[in-house]
Antibody
């Protein structure tokens, strides 16, 4: 059974970089059938997709024009040797305070699909001095 | 960019009631729509994808319908364990967008 677990600091200072890692167990980030994504949820608010990464390291993000709150500050990477993928979000402000989820894209007959079937438990990141 | 609008933002119904909620896309997305259930303090759970395909293990009282721009999630007989916020998500392209959610409570 595939499991995802987010890890990283729970408190980040304004203007610094938020760094989170999603550890994958029971499966491989190298699988060609899946993409891997990050989604966040500010306290009491809805879900916002940040971006996703393929097994080969190609990335796609919530467009800056669409997500003024993210504004191209996110970088997602994958480490196949350690079976995890990561999120870095630079120049954080209080508006970046949220629960951050990592998730697996579903697969349709071996091809990645673009919705999420397995989620990590989420980790609360608070931006405050 | 395609916007996803859910309505109502909240609803209250009695146990056993039939409950429907709407998700509207600002442009046509064919049938590339998923629904998630998020219980209070919990992780979102995939309920439905492809507009109407139930994820494995999801009770049959949940159903989805629609196409193009208008979609509906129906709970045929509301149960206490269905108290949650429900989110739709479009995935017709590589810009993944969630709706704002519909919060379901028991009257």
């Amino acid at each position: 059974q595939l499991q995802l677990q987010e890890s990283g600091p729970g408190l980040v200072k304004p203007s610094e970089t938020l760094s989170l890692t999603c550890y994958v167990s029971g499966g491989s980030v190298s699988s060609t059938s899946y993409h891997w994504g990050w989604i966040r949820q500010p306290p009491g608010k809805g879900l916002e997709w940040i971006g996703s990464i393929t097994y080969s390291g190609s990335t796609y993000y919530n467009p800056p024009l669409k997500s003024r709150s993210l504004k191209s500050r996110a970088i997602i990477s994958v480490d196949t040797s350690k079976n995890h993928f990561s999120l870095k979000l630079s120049s954080v402000t209080a508006a970046d305070t949220a629960v951050y989820f990592c998730a697996r894209h579903a697969s349709d007959n071996g091809d990645p699909d673009y919705f999420f079937d397995i989620w990590g438990q989420g980790t609360l990141v608070t931006v405050s001095s | 960019d395609i916007q996803m609008t859910q309505s109502p933002s909240s609803l209250s119904a009695s146990v056993g009631d039939r409950v429907t909620m709407s998700c509207r896309a600002s442009q046509a997305i064919s049938n590339f729509l998923a629904w998630y259930q998020q219980k209070p303090g919990k992780v979102p759970k995939l309920l439905i994808y492809g507009t109407s395909i139930l994820q494995s293990g999801v009770p049959s009282r949940f159903s989805g319908s629609g196409s193009g721009t208008d979609f509906t999630l129906t709970i045929s007989s509301l149960q206490p364990e269905d108290v949650a916020t429900y989110y739709c998500q479009k995935y017709n392209d590589a810009v993944l967008t969630f709706g704002g959610g519909t919060k379901v409570e028991i009257k």
